[in-house]
């Protein structure tokens, strides 16, 4: 299983990116976008788990970021507007199969792309 991530870049607070993940292999009950800014843990930002509920966000990007997928292209997006300064990280995108109780953890996910940079500016 190989997940492609790409997308990132610098851009000014206020505006829009969106990421996209690109997969192959397996499929995976959960795909997931993970955060992680330079001194600070991993973040969950999403996950899209149709089998356990639908779309997750983490509290800091809900109403913000869009996490969706296109099955027959076996990829995976990040929608990301109004962004913040806070918002930049390395994003990471995800695929497992985790439990309901994992589908906000890093742990519940066995595959992971190399992660793309996103820089917001003030």
């Known amino acids: 299983v190989q997940l492609q991530a790409s997308g990132g870049g610098l851009v000014q607070a206020g505006n829009s990116l969106r990421l996209t993940c690109v997969g192959s292999?397996?499929?995976?009950?959960?795909y997931g976008w993970f955060r992680q800014a330079p001194g600070k843990a991993r973040e969950f930002v999403a996950a899209?788990?149709?089998?356990?509920?639908?779309?997750y966000y983490g509290d800091s990007v809900k109403g913000r970021f869009t996490i969706s997928r296109d099955n027959a292209k076996n990829t995976l997006y990040l929608e990301m507007n109004s962004l913040k300064p806070e918002d930049t990280a390395v994003y990471y995108c995800?695929?497992?199969?985790?439990?309901?109780?994992?589908?906000?953890?890093?742990?519940?996910?066995?595959?992971w792309g190399q992660g793309t940079l996103v820089t917001v500016s003030s």
């Open positions: 292999g397996r499929t995976f009950r959960s």
């Open positions: 899209l788990c149709p089998s356990c509920g639908g779309k």
């Open positions: 995800a695929a497992g199969n985790p439990i309901l109780t994992y589908v906000r953890a890093s742990e519940g996910y066995s595959a």
